[in-house]
């Protein structure tokens, strides 16, 4: 079969090669390939993530069902499927409190073990979802780190009914999700962004990042905002910080742009502000997001061809990137 591999960092060191196609265990099921979705992790792996063997990159990924193992029950060949991203042992005591994404020996698909950008993936069938009929395969390949990503984190921030939540990055691969979770909770959300369309995704405002501490003072009667989502890391992190109101929470899940940040801490306790870290998500709650996804939306940016994997990363640092891109087989 043809996959891409990674032999060191570097884009020119992704070469599209022939390899053995992957023979499955017992308890594994092997996935035709459908849709690999580009997200910044697969970027960092290419970049800058050290690579000590060879490597197919690819974390987000859906497909059908090709093959199947003699102790895997409840698929069926041919079947929509989506992957839960991490490896995790199921033993120790995150996993057993059910908090896989933590797991002592756990780590991420395509990052430390071969994941989707091949024509085929063997994978645990513990980790394997089926989708529902109306999720395609766009959905399956940005359901495993953009939405549960993002379902972890407003878990993670207790977001109620009716509270205020201000998005960073609200057009990004993880913010176009965090929207439309927010309102299934039903708050009142405030999308940090210059994007127009993601009123069309349940954002209530829309304000641009130069203006948006004014904004976000005016929409909340100088209340300013309860939960704070930021996917970007230190170069916003000033403003998501300045936007919280007395008790907020800020919740962070994402270094694109540095990780070093200040913070202000007669602020943080004069206003009993809240720092949460968070962090992929749990087993159970891919579930969760897999079984309700037919009513999500995902905006896709571009889409490109399998043999066109090395133009797909390119465009991931385009600064006019609108949305998901995904590379089809």
């Given at each position: 079969m043809k996959a891409w591999v990674l032999s060191k960092n570097g884009i020119d060191n992704l070469s599209l090669t022939e390899i053995e196609r992957p023979k499955i265990g017992r308890d594994q099921v092997l996935i035709k390939v459908k849709a690999v979705g580009l997200n910044p992790i697969d970027s960092m792996v290419v970049d800058f993530i050290?690579?000590?063997?060879?490597?197919?990159?690819?974390?987000?990924?859906?497909?059908?069902?090709?093959?199947?193992?003699?102790?895997?029950?409840?698929?069926?060949?041919?079947?929509?499927?989506?992957?839960?991203?991490?490896?995790f042992d199921g033993s120790c005591k995150y996993c057993l409190s059910g908090n896989e994404m933590l797991c002592d020996n756990g780590y991420i698909m395509g990052v430390s073990s071969n994941a989707g950008l091949a024509e085929y993936a063997a994978v645990d069938s513990k980790n394997v979802f089926k989708l529902p009929d109306k999720a395609g395969f766009e959905m399956g390949a940005s359901l495993p780190v953009a939405a549960l990503t993002s379902y972890n984190a407003l878990e993670r921030a207790d977001l109620k009914k009716g509270e205020f939540i201000a998005v960073i990055g609200a057009g990004g691969n993880t913010g176009m999700f965090a929207i439309q979770f927010a309102k299934k909770?039903?708050?009142?959300?405030?999308?940090?962004?210059?994007?127009?369309?993601?009123?069309?995704?349940?954002?209530?405002?829309?304000?641009?990042?130069?203006?948006?501490?004014?904004?976000?003072?005016?929409?909340?009667?100088?209340?300013?905002?309860?939960?704070?989502?930021?996917?970007?890391?230190?170069?916003?992190?000033?403003?998501?910080?300045?936007?919280?109101?007395?008790?907020?929470?800020?919740?962070?899940?994402?270094?694109?742009?540095?990780?070093d940040v200040n913070i202000d801490l007669s602020q943080l306790y004069s206003r009993q502000l809240k720092i949460i870290g968070s962090t992929g998500g749990a087993v159970h709650q891919f579930s969760e997001v897999v079984k309700n996804s037919s009513d999500l939306k995902v905006k896709v940016w571009k889409k490109f061809k399998f043999e066109d994997t090395k133009s797909a990363f390119q465009a991931m640092k385009d600064r006019n990137k609108d949305g998901r891109i995904i590379i089809e087989q």
């Open positions: 050290p690579v000590s063997s060879p490597i197919i990159p690819g974390a987000e990924f859906s497909g059908e069902i090709a093959e199947i193992g003699e102790d895997v029950a409840g698929f069926n060949i041919g079947e929509k499927v989506t992957v839960y991203p991490r490896y909770r039903g708050a009142k959300v405030i999308a940090v962004s210059s994007k127009g369309w993601l009123k069309e995704f349940g954002a209530d405002y829309v304000v641009d990042y130069k203006n948006a501490a004014e904004e976000v003072k005016n929409i909340t009667d100088s209340a300013m905002a309860d939960v704070v989502v930021d996917s970007i890391g230190e170069k916003l992190w000033g403003l998501g910080y300045s936007i919280l109101g007395k008790g907020g929470r800020i919740v962070v899940f994402g270094t694109e742009t540095g990780k």
